[in-house]
């Protein structure tokens, strides 16, 4: 039975496609300026003001070991009862019907929850879930700086 409920949003991280479940997403759109996040892990770019909510910029093509673009072209936003942050990628390229769909089992990658298949080839469907954990892993792990005295 097709899934007219869902949709998914596709995008580009190099070369290869993933999607997310539209429903987790807040907003898409170029990304904003950044304010630097003290003493967090390198996959964190920074942090935007999105509508008055502190939201942190995590460089996804880095979180997946992807060798993306520095300067990513597009930010996906989560919803705040997801997490509060925001996806850098390279490209955003449509959003599909659960219709136009079919699902696969994916083994691509840790955070892979599925592969879907499209018209016009496939994308992984990314386990938010899995990724979140392991953003905010990274960030709890983050070593602060030792304070030193001196004589």
């Avoid at 479940?21 to 300026?33: C, R, S």
């Avoid at 997490?83 to 955003?92: C, G, R």
Wanted: proline share 7%.
């Amino acid at each position: 039975m097709p899934d007219q409920i869902h949709k998914y949003l596709i995008f580009s991280l190099g070369t290869s496609r993933y999607a997310l479940d539209l429903k987790h997403i807040a907003e898409v759109g170029d990304p904003p300026q950044l304010w630097p996040i003290p003493f967090s892990s390198s996959f964190y770019h920074g942090a935007l003001n999105f509508h008055g909510d502190i939201v942190a910029a995590l460089h996804l093509p880095s979180l997946l070991g992807l060798t993306g673009s520095n300067q990513p072209q597009k930010i996906i936003v989560l919803h705040k009862d997801i997490a509060s942050l925001a996806l850098l990628v390279d490209t955003v390229v449509r959003i599909v019907s659960g219709e136009e769909v079919s699902f696969k089992p994916s083994q691509k990658s840790t955070y892979s929850a599925a592969t879907l298949g499209l018209t016009d080839g496939e994308a992984t469907l990314l386990d938010l879930d899995k990724l979140v954990m392991e953003a905010d892993k990274r960030m709890r792990n983050c070593p602060l700086p030792v304070k030193t005295s001196s004589p």
